[in-house]
């Protein structure tokens, strides 16, 4: 593996804490993207950046914020107002869009109790 | 509206049978498809695209405007195809939109 890596593989936060997921990638890859995994509703896009320090909102953004100070790194912070975090996460990256292949990160499961 | 629709949740075929996952698609622009594949224990990655028109660990799917479908296709099934399948639209924004996805169990 390597490519692209995300850390921890398991998260527990309590509830009302906001939590910061990581997302690292050495591909020289421009785009990465943000998504949330839940059974029965596929991934879903929550941010996503196609240059540095620019991103756009995908179609779940309420809860969430990201930044892009750097090319490699796409950090994803769930905060208290996300009301239903608890949720598989996954980044991904890409040369430039969706055009291209996406690269996927092995995910993140954050549980909030 | 941008939207993939995967009816099925749960596709279930005996090894050595032909294997169809459906895939629908809505978009008013000109759609580019895509099919990512995720197997137990791995990441999730790209099967195939429709731009490419290539077959992939004997994978087809073509595009059928039409009926605004991408439905992807084996002939012969093997137990090491049995994976999470989802299928996905190039939308506005430059953001791929997924479906809900398709699990698919290969039985012997």
């Known amino acids: 593996d390597g490519g692209i890596t995300q850390s921890p593989k398991y998260l527990f936060r309590k509830e009302g804490q906001n939590v910061t997921l990581s997302c690292e990638q050495n591909l020289n890859h421009d785009a990465m993207y943000w998504y949330r995994q839940d059974p029965g509703q596929g991934l879903r896009l929550i941010y996503y950046?196609?240059?540095?320090?620019?991103?756009q909102k995908g179609d779940i953004a309420e809860g969430y914020s990201v930044s892009r100070e750097k090319k490699e790194s796409f950090p994803l912070t769930v905060t208290s107002a996300q009301k239903n975090p608890t949720a598989f996460y996954l980044c991904?990256?890409?040369?430039?869009?969706?055009?291209?292949?996406?690269?996927f990160g092995p995910g993140t499961r954050l549980t909030v109790t | 509206a941008q939207r993939v629709t995967q009816p099925e949740k749960l596709l279930s075929v005996f090894k050595g049978a032909p294997v169809e996952l459906k895939c629908n698609y809505s978009?008013?622009?000109?759609?580019?498809l895509f099919w990512y594949v995720q197997y137990s224990r791995q990441r999730l990655q790209l099967l195939l695209r429709?731009?490419s028109r290539e077959s992939i660990k004997g994978f087809t799917a073509d595009l059928n405007k039409g009926e605004t479908s991408f439905h992807l296709k084996k002939p012969f099934a093997q137990e090491e195809d049995s994976a999470m399948y989802y299928c996905a639209l190039r939308a506005y924004g430059n953001k791929l939109v997924f479906g809900a996805g398709t699990i698919l169990r290969v039985k012997s």
């Open positions: 950046s196609q240059i540095v320090n620019d991103f």
């Open positions: 429709h731009i």
């Open positions: 978009y008013s622009g000109s759609p580019e």
């Open positions: 991904a990256s890409s040369i430039q869009g969706a055009r291209y292949e996406q690269y």
